[in-house]
């Protein structure tokens, strides 16, 4: 018996011991407890409990979980005799492998040495040689450019050696390619540092070139006078043939042909000579189809066919002649335009079709016209700058400019992609002086047109067709002068320049408003003015013209260009949103003085209905008074009449309505004769209706007044005025309703009332539904609870 008991005993002492030895340091957790050996027992104190358990039946399991720990202890010493019995044999191989490597390289880094030994003898003896084979080197490449240099000036002396045999023979065709190719060389050493070598070929060039055109010229003046050339009046008749107009039109072909062909070296020259006036250096110099691109000349043609009109021009317009005067920049405006238009023709008929045949890309009447042109810019440019300081004669002149501006285009057909005059009104000094002056003389017109004894009268007034607006004449005369303005700087080719004009603008607006609203402060103590009214109209009309304005496409492009180059004089106080909207073109430009105009009109309209109502109020203190109980019913009335105690009322407010027609504009007139009825609805349903309590009879007689005289006097302007005094209107329907009707409408409101139940869910019409059925929308239904409480003919009452 106790055998049982004890082995289970001694079999977890065996077990304690496995733990504890052998088995517990080949596991991986020996690193965790091998520290302190109380934790290590109750680590296995722990672990038996978990496998084995506290009671005692359970401890038969021990013998089962010795033999497995020992089977699992002789099989991790296996695992670590066979790797132990393995490792050297690996070793061995690694080291020998190793030792081999060593053996090699030691070989590589001995045939390396020898090598490097041979190679160093090698430079050694070789090394005189590569200098002599460098200097001999040296000596054929400096040999080699003094023969490109020799065979280079060779070719320029042969170059200059035929064209002089080509003048010589009268061979100008053969003389022009020469040059042509000299032209070419030029370009060619353009880049090169050999600079005694391309002044010798310019100093050539511009010799033969300067003889060929000369030698052109004198024979194309010598044509041109055969053809009556410059024509600088218009002929009165049709010039008569020459006998040999034939051969002078072939001569004519001939030497337009030969001038164009002259053209390239022509260029390269002007060119060169440009660059040395502008202090750049000749290794700056583009070639000529790059200049010809920034900055085209004119062909040698028409340069020479200009020169007599040049020195007329400069004859008359420059120096002590009369002709020469400031104050009259309109004549050699006007001279230019008409020599423009009077040589046109020859342009045309003479020239042109020498150029097409010669696959030119210009038109004659154009180059000519760039020509004359070049002649008034100067002519400008230097008047422009002495007329900074007199703002008339400046003025005088901005005007003839954008004048000949506009018939340069419109007439004379002169494209748009070419500079005009408009530039150089564009420099800073000039563009400022403009902005200056434009201020300057808007102001002072804004002083006189106020000033004016016809300032707040409008000068349509007697035609009614054209008199909508009624603008008086300070406001139509001002927006004029913005309308002249627009056009003045409409054209200018730079973006930036006309976001200033229209900042200006936006002041100029801004500053007659504050004018306007001083004014209506004087007039404020009479709202009911001639004057006031005018004010309220120019405030009607300036906001209706710069609405149209918004949608203009001229200010829409604008207002994108001021958005995408963020101009701050014109965005400024703009949020990110209101740029956002700009650039959405939601808003526009004339956002903020709309704004304020609207506000301005607003409080003036404001003001005037309040005296209005003021007046009509003081007319209505009888009306209000009547005694509505004891009016007789409408069955003892033979016919209905108006009350004698509304007819000051009535009078009042058909007076004001005319008055207001004929002094406001439509569209005020719109606004103020709905305020007025708004008011007046107002008025009458608190002061007529709310205070008083109604017979039948006089119920009858506030509906009669209403529908049959003073609706109708509101019907002159609209179809259903009465739906512009919604409260009054329904007020009467109440206060009109048979007995029973009545009776029945103040149960169900009553019900609802209390009950606050829905209607709908109980089967009944809702209150709301009752009442649009009797035509009543407006008043809610306490508000009817109210005035069924004002009639006083209830049965037994």
């Known amino acids: 018996m106790a055998a049982p008991i004890t082995t289970p005993l001694e079999n977890t002492m065996e077990v304690t011991d496995y733990f504890v030895k ?101 430079r050694q003896v070789a090394q005189p040689w590569m200098d002599n084979l460098r200097q001999t080197c040296n000596q054929v490449d400096t040999i080699e450019r003094h023969m490109k240099y020799l065979r280079c000036l060779q070719h320029i002396e042969e170059l200059s050696a035929a064209v002089q045999q080509c003048l010589m023979t009268s061979s100008i065709q053969e003389a022009i390619k020469a040059v042509d190719s000299m032209a070419v060389l030029d370009c060619g050493l353009n880049q090169s540092g050999c600079s005694h070598l391309q002044n010798f070929l310019r100093e050539t060039l511009c010799f033969w070139h300067k003889i060929i055109k000369d030698r052109l010229a004198s024979d194309f003046e010598k044509i041109l006078a055969q053809l009556h050339w410059p024509i600088i009046s218009p002929p009165t008749q049709s010039p008569i043939p020459a006998a040999n107009y034939q051969e002078i039109s072939s001569q004519l072909e001939l030497l337009v042909t030969q001038l164009l062909a002259l053209q390239t070296s022509d260029d390269i020259i002007s060119q060169r000579a440009l660059a040395s006036c502008q202090g750049l250096p000749s290794t700056q110099l583009v070639s000529s189809a790059t200049c010809l691109l920034q900055a085209p ?163 349509y007034k007697d035609i009614s067709d054209m008199d909508e607006l009624k603008a008086p004449d300070c406001a139509e005369t001002f927006m004029t002068l913005l309308q002249v303005i627009t056009e003045r700087y409409r054209a200018l080719p730079c973006p930036s320049a006309q976001l200033k004009f229209l900042e200006l603008q936006r002041e100029l607006v801004d500053d007659f408003r504050i004018r306007l609203t001083q004014v209506m402060k004087e007039e404020s103590r009479c709202p009911l003015g001639v004057r006031y009214c005018a004010i309220l109209n120019a405030v009607n009309y300036i906001s209706t013209i710069l609405g149209d304005w918004a949608d203009n496409v001229f200010f829409l492009q604008l207002q994108q260009a001021a958005v995408s180059h963020g101009e701050e004089m014109v965005l400024r106080g ?152 919604k409260h009054v209107k329904e007020a009467c329907l109440i206060l009109c309703l048979n007995v029973g009707s009545a009776i029945l409408l103040r149960t169900l409101l009553n019900e609802s009332e209390e009950e606050m139940r829905d209607w709908t869910g109980a089967g009944d019409p809702s209150p709301e539904a009752a009442l649009n059925e009797l035509g009543v929308y407006c008043l809610a239904p306490c508000d009817v609870l109210i005035l069924l409480s004002l009639r006083t003919s209830w049965p037994g009452q």
Request: with cysteine.
């Open 22 to 122: 052998p088995a517990y340091s080949t596991r991986q957790s020996t690193e965790s407890f091998s520290a302190d050996s109380e934790e290590l027992q109750d680590y296995v104190v722990n672990f038996l409990d978990k496998q084995v358990g506290s009671e005692t039946q359970f401890l038969t399991n021990v013998g089962d979980l010795l033999e497995n720990l020992t089977a699992e202890n002789s099989a991790l010493e296996e695992q670590v005799l066979t790797v132990s019995s393995s490792v050297p044999p690996k070793v061995s191989e690694a080291l020998s492998a190793a030792e081999g490597c060593r053996s090699s390289l030691e070989d590589l880094l001995q045939r390396e040495q020898l090598i490097f030994n041979m190679l160093h003898q090698h």
């Open 297 to 459: 000349p004119l062909c040698l043609p028409i340069q020479i066919m200009l020169l007599p009109l040049r020195r007329r021009f400069k004859y008359h317009f420059y120096g002590n002649r009369q002709t020469n005067s400031l104050s009259k920049p309109e004549w050699y405006l006007t001279q230019v335009l008409m020599w423009m238009g009077n040589n046109s023709a020859f342009m045309e008929e003479k020239i042109q079709p020498i150029l097409d045949r010669a696959e030119a890309s210009f038109s004659a009447r154009v180059e000519l016209c760039r020509g004359l042109l070049s002649l008034v810019q100067e002519k400008v440019a230097s008047d422009a700058s002495r007329l900074l300081y007199d703002d008339v004669l400046f003025c005088h002149l901005v005007e003839e400019v954008l004048q000949f501006e506009k018939e340069l285009r419109s007439n004379h057909l002169y494209p748009a992609v070419l500079p005009g005059l408009l530039h150089l009104l564009l420099e800073d000094a000039v563009l400022q002086k403009w902005l200056t002056v434009e201020k300057k003389m808007a102001v002072e017109k804004m002083d006189a047109m106020l000033s004016a004894e016809g300032a707040w009268s409008s000068q």
């Open 574 to 725: 703009q949020g990110t949103m209101e740029v956002g909207r700009l650039a959405s073109l939601e808003g526009s430009l004339f956002d903020g003085l709309l704004a304020l105009l609207d506000r301005l009109k607003g409080d003036m309209l404001g003001r005037l209905l309040e005296w209005t109502m003021r007046e009509i109020t003081e007319k209505a203190k009888p009306y209000c008074q009547d005694r509505w109980l004891s009016l007789p019913s409408q069955h003892d009335q033979s016919t209905m009449t108006l009350s004698s105690t509304a007819c000051p009322m009535m009078l009042c407010v058909r007076d004001r309505l005319l008055n207001l027609h004929n002094v406001l504009s439509l569209s005020l007139f719109q606004l103020a004769w709905q305020g007025l009825a708004e008011r007046l609805d107002n008025f009458l349903y608190q002061n007529v209706i709310l205070c008083n309590h109604f017979s039948d009879g006089g119920a009858a007689q506030l509906q009669f007044d209403m529908t049959r005289n003073l609706f109708p006097l509101f019907g002159h302007y609209c179809k259903r005025p009465e739906n512009f005094f």
